[in-house]
């Protein structure tokens, strides 16, 4: 399934996906545990330069969804186009091209800041000139010049925050997923970083952002709701709003799931 | 396998080593604690010595003294050669421990009245079981001199073949060169496992180029290294400072030591399956680390075992890296004469490390 040989991302054809390809295409996916069905059969599709959110309480399959996207894990069924590629016979081929961050901080906190971007730059097999551009870009961007040699532990979390954004986009990737990038953030700073991810996305990357918070979720261009490994409602906010509009009363989105998910649980 | 990402791997978790801050005191303070611990002397008791009888006279003299020896606790003959030219070999393979010699014309010289010399050869590469075992001896031919039909004449003569000077640290060091490096990758290596995927970085890396292959690699090797400057230093240290005698190949002792290392990485990457948070893989290297203490025969003399608990020894690989270890510094023994436990250790390391992999690049994939 996953080859001991892999091959860097300059032995990669130069972007074997159709331009026209959309960033992700996901039909019947699914993955089982045994007898329980993490992920329960969902499709969609992501256009090239949406901010996509994705949505749904804890356990609801959001995580397991993004680690088959990503090409961590392979599904049990059904099939996944990531910009063009099958992300589960590929793994590798996409892999340089998609970035990834999560709700924990998972760069070396027993490393510095500058060993971390070292070792990711590496990793991602950047050039020397590349590597330096990207350093000073995100030294600046995160606040960190003259903090380099700091081990990222002793960092708060709005700088890890920044810093992990950092790392996960260094080698520039057309697609970048974030699960649940502001989880125990204050709002000042999960607005910096909101900023810039519009900026990211202005530079015409597509996000994939998984979230808890309502007012993150109007700040995406589509949305898809996910509750107990299936797809329950999905669109623009607008038009999920609209969808749900009760007597010229449109609901918030908040009032929605809650209705939604309520109605999973009581059907009928 | 893309070597770049590989040597970056590795010059991470060799940072990530030196940056914690218990580990480099603990990887110099533990082979040093150890090899004083280890190197002054642990004895334990000694009984049901493997004994060979070689009775050369065959009087009703010589029998009754074979008799005395097959009547004590503490030896059991299990072989009874012909000539003394037998000895060697079944001293090499570990079969006896101790030989009793009774040469020819012993009845003659005790109706003489003479003093008739009864030969003890005692393999010193286990020494206190060799040191032991010849005080028992020499015990058991006092108690046939006391027999009422026979005379003062018997008389025990000691031949130490192997570690003649009887110092247990002969034994010691070999052994602890085999146990420190089983504490370095097992406990160290599973510890930095769990912790990775305790703090979500393992999950990170996989969303990147790097490889399961290349993550494995890159996870073994730093440890591979260590446990290897650290039995360099114990082996150092014994043969200079210990002045433990080193006969053999040091390509006996290679293969033997490197077998091994792959059995640990291999339970280290198993406990690291197994175990979700650090204290568990904690707890579960203790579960391993104590059976292996007492079982190998690094302190305990496998031959004082009681017969039922004898079989579980040889499921354990330490009990294989021991014997050649001790084999190879304190008797030469090459290639063939531990073949045995060379193949048993080779076994262990396909067997464990193979396994090891094959759940480890499963788990990873889930």
């Known amino acids: 399934m996953i080859s001991f040989g892999r091959r860097g991302r300059h032995d990669v054809a130069p972007s074997s996906a159709s331009p026209g390809a959309p960033a992700v295409r996901v039909q019947d996916l699914r993955k089982t545990y045994g007898s329980f069905a993490a992920v329960d059969g969902i499709s969609f599709d992501v256009a090239r330069g949406e901010v996509f959110g994705f949505l749904g ?50 760069l070396f906190e027993d490393l510095t800041v500058a060993e971390n971007l070292r070792f990711y730059s590496g990793v991602y097999d950047l050039t020397g000139e590349e590597f330096t551009r990207q350093r000073e870009y995100i030294l600046d ?59 990211l996305s202005g530079r015409g990357v597509t996000l994939f952002v998984t979230t808890h918070y309502m007012e993150e ?52 | ?47 049901n010595l493997k004994t060979a009888v070689i009775d050369l006279d065959r009087t009703p003299a010589s029998r009754t003294i074979a008799a005395s020896f097959a009547a004590s606790d503490y030896f059991n003959i299990v072989a009874r050669p012909d000539g003394e030219d037998a000895l060697r070999p079944l001293l090499d393979r570990n079969e006896i421990a101790l030989a009793i010699v009774i040469p020819a014309g012993t009845q003659a010289s005790l109706e003489r009245g003479e003093v008739a010399g009864i030969g003890i050869v005692v393999d010193g590469s286990d020494s206190s079981t060799a ?13 046939y001199n006391a027999l009422p039909d026979a005379g003062p004449g018997a008389k025990a003569s000691v031949r130490v073949v192997f570690n003649q000077s009887l110092r247990t640290v002969n034994t010691m060091i070999p052994g602890l060169i085999a146990t420190i490096m089983m504490i370095s990758v097992l406990a160290i290596m599973s510890q930095a496992v769990v912790k990775e995927r305790e703090r979500g970085t393992l999950e990170q890396m996989f969303t990147t180029p790097i490889s399961r292959g290349e993550y494995l690699v890159g996870k073994v090797v730093p440890y591979m290294v260590l446990s290897g400057v650290q039995a360099l230093f ?39 399956l197994v175990s979700r948070t650090r204290q568990q893989a904690q707890q579960m290297m203790m579960f391993v680390m ?73 788990r990873l994939s889930e």
């Open chain 1, 57 to 106: 309480p804890n356990g609801s399959g959001k995580t397991t969804t993004i680690r088959m996207l990503t090409g961590s894990i392979a599904p049990t069924s059904g099939t996944i186009e990531v910009l063009g590629v099958d992300a589960a016979r590929q793994p590798q081929l996409i892999k340089p091209r998609i970035g990834y961050m999560s709700q924990k901080f998972s």
């Open chain 2, 234 to 272: 114990v082996a150092t240290i014994g043969t200079l400072w210990f002045r433990v005698p080193f006969y053999g190949s040091v390509w006996v002792v290679l293969t033997g030591l490197l077998l091994f290392m792959l059995t640990n990485v291999g339970m280290g990457l198993l406990i690291s």
């Open chain 1, 217 to 268: 979720a109007t700040n995406c261009s589509r949305l898809a709701f996910m509750y107990a490994g299936r797809v329950i409602a999905d669109g623009s906010p607008r038009e999920i709003r609209a969808a749900h509009a009760v007597a010229g009363r449109t609901p918030s989105l908040e009032d929605i799931f809650i209705d939604l998910v309520a109605g999973q649980r009581n059907p009928g």
């Open chain 1, 141 to 199: 961007m995160a606040g960190l010049r003259g903090r380099e040699n700091e081990l990222t532990a002793n960092l708060s979390t709005g700088w890890k925050q920044r810093l992990a954004l950092g790392t996960a986009t260094m080698h520039s990737p057309e697609l970048l997923f974030l699960d649940e990038p502001t989880s125990g953030v204050d709002p000042v700073a999960r607005h910096q970083f909101w900023d810039l991810l519009y900026e």
């Open chain 2, 131 to 143: 040191s032991v075992g010849t005080s028992y001896a020499s015990r058991v031919i006092a108690g």
């Open chain 2, 290 to 362: 104590l059976p292996t203490m007492i079982l190998s025969g690094f302190i305990f003399p496998i031959e004082s075992m009681p017969d039922a608990i004898k079989p579980f020894t040889a499921a354990i690989p330490m009990t294989h890296a021991l014997v050649v270890m001790r084999g190879a510094f304190v008797k030469g023994a090459g290639f063939d004469a531990l073949a045995t436990p060379l193949l048993a250790l080779a076994g262990f390391a396909v067997a464990i490390f193979g396994l090891a992999v094959v759940l480890m690049r499963r």
């Open chain 2, 1 to 47: 396998m893309n070597g770049k990402r590989l040597r970056l791997l590795i010059w991470k978790e060799f940072l990530q080593l030196r940056r914690d801050p218990l580990f480099l005191r603990l990887a110099m303070a533990m082979p040093i604690i150890q090899l004083v611990l280890f190197g002054y002397v642990v004895a334990a008791d000694v009984t």
